[in-house]
């Protein structure tokens, strides 16, 4: 069964930090490279970050770098998305997603339903 459930959204200050989880069925987790993606109101879906299960790689959009962190937890088949200084432009709904490859050679094949983040003060 594939499967993709995000955790661990909320409601955070400026500057603050939030943990993200995505549990990954063990089909996805061992064969897909799973990306975090976020869409915030009337702006365009933007991939953040992904980890590719092949070779532990990991990507992360520019406006990410250095303050967000993907890891994964084999122990409990979770994909995880530290993200720290958190801007006011953070604020969307989260997703993560399985693909076959991280890139844009590779669009995903599998979505969660999506977890909000909030960054305001």
């Known amino acids: 069964q594939v499967q993709l459930v995000e955790s661990g959204g909320g409601l955070v200050q400026p500057g603050g930090s939030l943990r993200l989880s995505c549990a990954a069925s063990a089909l996805i987790k061992d064969h897909y490279a799973v990306g975090w993606f976020r869409q915030a109101p009337g702006k365009e879906r933007e991939e953040v970050s992904c980890?590719?299960?092949?070779?532990?790689?990991?990507w992360y959009a520019d406006s990410v770098t250095g303050r967000f962190t993907i890891s994964r937890n084999n122990h409990r088949n979770t994909v995880s998305l530290q993200m720290n200084s958190l801007k006011p432009e953070d604020t969307a709904i989260y997703h993560c997603a399985a693909m076959v490859g991280c890139g844009t050679d590779y669009p995903p094949l599998y979505w969660g339903l999506g977890t909000q983040v909030t960054v305001s003060s």
């Open positions: 980890f590719s299960s092949t070779d532990g790689r990991t």
